[in-house]
Nanobody, 127 residues
């Protein structure tokens, strides 16, 4: 079956950077659009970014635009989330997700659009 494993989370001071990775196995990674979501304590899981199967198109949530960058390496079956200028409000569990439709759907920012999910990685930003 398809498995997604996130890594790279941790504790960082405000203004710092982290790079999250999501390794995908058991499926055809190069055919998936890949997204990142996050969930803060007591809150809903929210969309952050998505990248098309080729990497040619990306979309970001307004809250992270200009600070976060999503990228992928199809040869390594891995998607990345580079997070710069981190703020305390970025503290959350970060999840990667795969959409088998490959291109970016109109419902890219909704959880039900995605077919596979990772277990999440904690990011904590201290002030």
């Amino acid at each position: 079956q398809v498995q997604l494993v996130e890594s790279g989370g941790g504790l960082v001071q405000a203004g710092g950077s982290l790079r999250l990775s999501c390794a995908v196995s058991g499926g055809t990674f190069s055919r998936y659009a890949m997204g990142w979501f996050r969930q803060a304590p007591g809150k809903e899981r929210n969309f952050i970014a998505i990248i098309s199967w080729s990497g040619g198109r990306t979309i970001y949530a307004d809250s992270v635009k200009g600070r976060f960058t999503i990228s992928r390496d199809n040869a390594k079956n891995t998607v990345y989330l580079q997070m710069n200028s981190l703020k305390p409000e970025d503290t959350a569990v970060y999840f990667c997700a795969a959409d088998r439709t490959a291109y970016i759907s109109s419902y890219y920012n909704t959880e039900y659009q995605y077919d596979y999910w990772g277990q999440g990685t904690q990011v904590t930003v201290s002030s």
